[in-house]
């Protein structure tokens, strides 16, 4: 129980372009999905909290108009990256709360790589 | 805010022997200690975890030990096997902030045969 899951894997974009990354609990409902990115040998940096229904809450320095995220039921979030720019490139990954366990429990989903041109 | 300091970064060992990753945190409020190993480009994989009402918990050939006057939690993995090479983070979870989880730096742990 308590799988996750992402689509895509990976993605290779063109600068400029916009990506949608979404966030999956299979056989659970979620209360709070999160959004983490990490960069290569660097541990996970939250991004965003989302919870079904309301506007996520984006940490310090993440830009919340250029990574939408979107909580549209108890089963799925997005994170759309929008005008992506080398930069962006990164390893982004979603985590999901379990509605029928303790708030702080986290599943991770498998991850999407992005690669930005 | 909660602070995560995790030590050491790296860490070799010999198969058959012990490994020893430590974390200290900041917000004595924090209630839930989870440790994760994520293997290169895969998803972080919860091993073990323990709440603050709890000193100790086992699992197999892992164990955690949590000292909250020290403010310090430990991830133990005894009889290490070449598969247990990946990187570890802790991680520590304030009431405060909502069920965020703050992670640790990471350890890259390398288990020689």
New interface residues.
Partial sequence: GAVVSQHPSWVICKSGTSVKIECRSLDFQAT?M?WYRQFP????M?MA?SNEGSKATYEQGVEKDKFLINHASLTLSTLTVTSAHPEDSS?Y?CSA?PLSR??????????T?LTVL | GENVEQHPSTLSVQEGDSAVIKCTYSDSAS??F?W?KQEL??????II?IRSNVGEKKDQRIAVTLNKTAKHFSLHITETQPEDSAVY?CAA?PPSL????I????T?LSVKP
Avoid at chain 2, 41 to 46: D, F, T
């Fill in positions: 709070t999160f040998k660097q541990s996970l939250l909290t390893f990954i709360s303790e708030a702080f429990e986290q599943f991770f989903g498998p991850g790589r | 209630n839930y989870p994760y480009g895969k998803r972080p994989q919860l975890d983070f979870s909502g069920g965020k989880l992670f640790g730096q990471g890259e």
